[in-house]
């Protein structure tokens, strides 16, 4: 049925494809069922955890924890494809502007009290009063419950990709009791509708999850899918260690002490692949090494100096000081299998050129300007970019130095100051998961992370990026990326280095688990 | 006496004042506020403003200030931005955890600091002295994230004997706490032994060749007699002075061995506030250390009075 009136909706049409391929997809699976319950299976955290209000939090140590309690009316699936999850159906009207979703019955919070569209409506009503990501819901222009079981937002023009944004998992829009959605950010009792409650929090040391018994399985998926479908705790109960010192946290998966990690770095790996009572699980495509030039600063206010940068940099180098090894160059802002992946200016990227490099300085009227590399220690991988980057830079003639502050500090220069740094060093994680659309959205107006002059983006770029957000065909769409993508790697918007894997580890009597951007104890089990 | 101890407490409230105008100052000259650092690495300019306003961050200085110091009236030291709690509960969740690994800590180090000290100076200039402080030389050199991790290795995975991280409470089950907190204890004592171990050995040194020992030794008194009774009540007043810095540095816990060793302590609360700028808890966090620290040296100051009759308040005069 959601297949079908979904289908009949032009502008819907990508959206409908893609839930149609999520369910249609297992069609043939067989029904997941635990093939063992109980015990505690400890997994070790690597960051601390910031609170659980999801509403107010996108720190991924929160998601980590949070979307196993907390569900949404939509959300990603297994190809970060939207799917339905507490919606039983989603229609959209002709003109695209109405959202009609019909509730799944008989579905339970924590508290026992069964979820209505009062609920919906009171959840939607906090994230846009407090919810980090509220831009999400700019384009609605309201939205009502005509009954219990209905929740209808009607935007202010037609949107074709307001699905994809409303089913983003960064801060995804999780559903909570009407009656504590007053509560004020970061006070947000816990409380959702996940196959695992919240137990025990102790801040800065552990979470503990325990099965939800009135849990109701999604029963239209065969399989758990993305952070949605057939979900079932197969174990009592989780306990989220927190571990941030990873030699420490490796030792204790290796003794035993706990079943799984969330990280190995890549130095202990080739121990633990060795031992047979540890199983390794990677996430390919992870993170994205990325850094991006200020717009506003000499020098990397002028262009050629910019291209002189791209000209000169050999990626492999850079990659290979910084993931350890574990890398793979990637020709654009998607990966290969995205939806919107392209190797549109793929040409500009890994050119090693010095003698161009010089040549462009030359042109651009370059006089040894201090070019100023902020980065941070926090994370060991952005500094080892910008150290072998500002090697590379010196080779090619430019004077490249770098400023080493700690991450809040160097975040907050790059966002509020327009001085002081000419390169930042960052990753992105679920920027280039949820797709082409919401890569783009950091470089384009109104929030440019390369800080343009006047905040004014490339009006070729933003004429892509906005048709990217209105063409009504996913060819369009796709084609308005591969331009969008061409000219931020011609103006030199951002670099991206490429992509290193997520690699985790599970002691070898825990089945089910799967490496994804965040841990999902869903359908794992003990097998003693 | 008590008159004394009322006067010192007094003296106490105008510097607790200037820590936490001082605290509340320069944090917030710090670049980077905690809503940069909630927002993590993906969040846009517009989400970290909105959660800056979600934070109360956005409110004029003087207006955050008037806040803090109103609330600290009425004995609130304020909410966590992070933990989601108040800042009074987070520290009394934390402390018995400080405590009880300081204490252990302490016991270590008096036990095998004082030993190794008093030891090394009655065997003056022989190997026993010059294998002593070897020993404390290396105990203050080492980086105690590095033994901590040693630790682990030896004691933890090959040898089974210790959990390698996590903290269980003695009221829990005892055993559990002495498993959980006997590396933990160990890394931190390493340092103190050593320090300890110099200090004594010094004092000891000192008293030793003064003539009321050698009087004592004239008269016949027992080898122990005169070293536990005579020397060693005059070995105190520095090795109390000692004993006191340790504890108040122990106390206020230590971020790296409670990391590595994930004990959820005073230090880690007070170094993850600090990264993760939680303005609120670093406030009431130092306030606390410093009250802490204020009220020890108080301690020390009666000690010395109770060690050395000659020291007594007023008793002197």
Redesign the interface.
């Known amino acids: 049925m959601l297949t079908k009136r979904i289908s009949q909706q032009g502008l819907a049409l990508a959206s409908a494809t893609v839930l149609l391929a999520a369910i249609a997809g297992q069609a043939q699976a067989q029904a997941f069922r635990c093939p063992r319950t109980g015990g505690d299976l400890i997994f070790a955290l690597e960051s601390?955890v910031?609170?659980?209000?999801q509403h107010?939090?996108?720190?991924?140590a929160t998601r980590n924890v949070a979307l196993n309690i907390y569900e949404s009316l939509v959300t990603r699936d297994e190809n970060m494809s939207p799917v339905l999850e507490l919606a039983e159906s989603m229609t959209v009207s002709p003109d695209g502007k109405n959202y009609t979703f019909k509730l799944r019955q008989g579905i339970q919070f924590h508290n026992g009290k069964t979820m209505t569209s009062a609920d919906v409506i009171a959840s939607f009503e906090r994230y846009k009063r407090?919810?980090?990501?509220?831009?999400i819901l700019d384009p609605v222009d309201k939205w009502t419950t005509p009954d219990a079981n209905t929740f209808v937002i009607t935007l202010k023009e037609a949107r074709p990709l307001f699905i994809e944004a409303l089913s983003s998992f960064?801060?995804p829009i999780v559903i909570v009791p009407a009656e504590n959605a007053q509560a004020?950010?970061?006070?947000l009792p816990v409380v959702g509708t996940g196959p695992f409650r919240l137990e025990e929090f102790?801040?800065?040391?552990f979470v503990k999850l325990r099965r939800f018994d009135g849990y109701k399985p999604d029963t239209r998926h065969n399989q758990m899918t993305g952070y949605g479908g057939n979900k079932r705790a197969c174990v009592d109960t989780v306990t989220f260690?927190?571990?941030?010192?990873a030699?420490?946290r490796t030792?204790?998966l290796?003794?035993g002490?706990i079943h799984a990690v969330e990280d190995v770095p890549a130095a202990s790996q080739k121990r633990l692949r060795d031992n047979k009572a540890i199983k390794l699980e990677r996430l390919e495509t992870f993170w994205m090494n990325v850094v991006y030039p200020n717009f506003s600063a000499p020098p990397t206010d002028n262009l050629k100096v910019r291209q002189a940068m791209l000209a000169a940099m050999d990626f492999d180098e850079i990659m290979e000081a910084a993931h350890e090894g574990q890398y793979k160059l990637n020709p654009g802002f998607q990966f290969p299998g995205q939806q919107y992946f392209t190797d549109a200016g793929k040409e500009l990227l890994n050119q090693k050129n010095r003698a161009k490099a010089r040549q462009l300085l030359q042109e651009g009227g370059y006089k040894g300007e201090k070019i100023e590399l902020l980065t941070n220690r926090?994370?060991p991988v952005m500094y080892n970019t910008a150290l072998v980057m500002a090697e590379q830079l010196k080779a090619a003639g430019m004077n490249a130095e770098l400023v080493v502050?700690?991450?809040?500090?160097?975040?907050?220069?790059s966002?509020?100051e327009t001085t002081g740094w000419n390169v930042f060093f960052?990753?992105?994680?679920?920027?280039i998961a949820l797709g082409g659309p919401q890569t783009l959205?950091?470089m384009a107006e109104?929030?440019p992370?390369y800080k343009p002059k006047d905040n004014k983006v490339d009006p070729g770029y933003m004429a892509a990026f906005n048709d990217i957000n209105t063409a009504p065909t996913l060819a369009g769409r796709q084609a308005a990326f591969a331009r969008a993508q061409r000219i931020a790697l011609e103006q030199v918007m951002a670099i991206p280095f490429g992509v290193a894997p997520k690699t985790q580890a599970v002691r070898s009597n825990v089945e089910g688990y799967k490496a994804y951007y965040t841990p999902r104890l869903s359908n794992v089990w003990l097998t003693n | 006496m008590i008159a004394y101890l009322i006067k010192r407490l007094v003296q106490c409230i105008p510097l607790l004042l200037l820590v936490s105008l001082l605290s509340f100052g320069l944090i917030k000259l710090v670049p980077g506020d905690p809503a940069v650092v909630m927002g993590g690495t993906n969040a846009t300019a517009a989400e970290i403003e909105v959660i800056r306003k979600n934070l109360g961050l956005d409110r004029p200085f003087h207006v955050q200030i008037l806040s803090f110091y109103g609330n600290l009236a009425r004995g609130d030291l304020g909410r966590s931005l992070m933990l989601g709690q108040p800042v009074r509960d987070a520290i009394i969740e934390r402390l018995p955890a400080t405590i009880a690994v300081a204490l252990y800590s302490m016991a270590l180090t008096l036990l095998v600091g004082l030993s190794i000290g008093v030891l090394a100076a009655l065997r003056h200039n022989t190997w026993v002295d010059q294998t002593a402080m070897t020993v404390a030389l290396i105990g203050v050199s080492l980086p105690n994230f590095w033994l901590g991790l040693v630790l682990i290795l030896l004691f933890s995975v090959h040898l089974g004997w210790f959990p390698t991280g996590g903290y269980v409470e003695p009221t829990t089950s005892f055993l559990g706490w002495l498993r959980s907190a006997t590396l933990p204890a160990v890394s931190l004592a390493m340092l103190q032994i050593g320090l300890l171990a110099r200090i004594t050995r010094s004092a000891m040194l000192e008293v030793l060749r003064q003539d009321y020992v050698r009087t004592a030794r004239a008269k016949g008194l027992s080898e122990f007699a005169v070293i536990g009774k005579h020397a060693m009540a005059n070995v105190a007043i520095p090795v109390v002075t000692v004993v006191g810095l340790i504890f108040s540095v122990l106390l206020s816990g230590s971020i790296i061995v409670e990391t590595v060793f994930s004990v959820p302590g005073m230090g880690a609360l007070l170094g993850n506030a600090i990264l993760r700028r939680d303005y609120p808890m670093i406030q009431g966090g130092l306030l606390f250390v410093a009250t802490a620290l204020m009220l020890l040296n108080i301690l020390v100051d009666l000690a010395y009075a109770w060690f050395d009759p000659r020291v007594r308040v007023g008793g002197a005069r």
Do not use: Y
């Open positions: 601390k910031p609170g659980l209000d107010t939090s996108n720190a991924g407090v919810g980090v990501d509220r831009s960064t801060v004020a950010a970061q006070q102790r801040a800065d040391s260690r927190m571990m941030t010192e030699a420490a030792a204790a290796e003794v002490e926090d994370f502050l700690d991450w809040p500090a160097a975040l907050q220069r966002q509020k960052t990753g992105w994680i679920t920027v959205r950091q109104p929030n992370v």
